[in-house]
């Protein structure tokens, strides 16, 4: 088969060039996109209660919005974390949850 290939050297090397160029054609027929399009299966729910502390913020605003939060389809972990004079809850939801009808379902409770 070597032989054979050595006896042939502008078979070899046009195959060659054949292979490359269709690899660089096919490879610019590749699509690139910087942002794909997944839905991320988390939402971030960021609460504002001036002029009060943590712990009051704990419990006045995220806790019952946790506890209301429970019931969601599709959730994986729910955590929450408070400062002063605000709150974030953060959802996570599991693959394949449809992130549009979730964000609805969040936003009523």
């Given at each position: 088969?070597?032989r054979?290939?050595?006896?042939r ?13 269709l690899?660089?054609?096919f ?15 988390r939402?971030?729910i960021s ?5 009060h ?12 919005l946790r ?12 955590s929450s974390?408070?400062a002063?004079h ?5 959802i ?13 379902e969040?936003?009523?409770?």
């Amino acid at each position: 088969m070597i032989r054979y290939l050595i006896q042939r050297p502008v078979a070899v090397l046009l195959s060659f060039a054949l292979l490359l160029g269709l690899g660089v054609y096919f490879f610019n027929k590749i699509p690139v996109s910087l942002l794909p399009t997944i839905d991320v299966p988390r939402i971030v729910i960021s609460t504002s209660y001036p002029d009060h502390t943590a712990s009051e913020i704990e419990a006045a605003v995220l806790k019952p919005l946790r506890e209301a939060l429970l019931t969601t389809d599709g959730l994986i972990d729910i955590s929450s974390k408070a400062a002063s004079h605000n709150g974030t809850i953060s959802i996570v939801f599991g693959h394949g949850t449809r992130m549009d009808l979730a964000y609805v379902e969040v936003n009523e409770k």
